[in-house]
């Protein structure tokens, strides 16, 4: 079977190590102030943000000085997270396909029942981290339920031999 939505095996590893940095650092930089392990303070370009005296409050399309340290350790989470979960096996064959697949589909209707129960418990500004934490929920599901199956699959492959 042809995959050619995957991403180059040998890009598992290298994604796998990224995604493990990226989520030390931004798990530190969640953490507070306190813990936080470097800043990158610089001017960047908001669609929305506070800007001075002169736009009032809030204002459209500014210029805002802004610590971009989070917004980078995110990216690197999403990008080496995406590229990690979905890259090739080593053999890549239909019954791998099949349990691509079906840990996908478990990982969204798991991801959506559990941001349906926040979404009835959590209220203000807490919800802005559920939020944040939804964003990375369902690749992280689907990368725990796809490696945990393919586990179980290779075990029951050495049991067969």
Known sequence: MKTTYLFPYRYKWVSGIM????????????????????????????????KGFLFGPNAWFVWVTNDISDE??????????????????????EMVASIRLNSLVRATISNYLILLFLYLTVYDSPFLSVLNVAMFSQLFIFILLFRVSMYRFNKSAQYEE
């Open 19 to 50: 995604l493990g940095i990226s989520m030390i650092l931004f798990a530190l930089s969640w953490a507070g102030d306190k813990y936080k392990p470097f800043e990158i303070v610089v001017d960047v370009f908001a669609i929305r943000g506070k």
């Open 72 to 93: 980078i350790f995110f990216t690197l989470t999403i990008i080496s997270g995406l590229v990690f979960a979905f890259s090739k096996e080593k053999t890549e064959d």
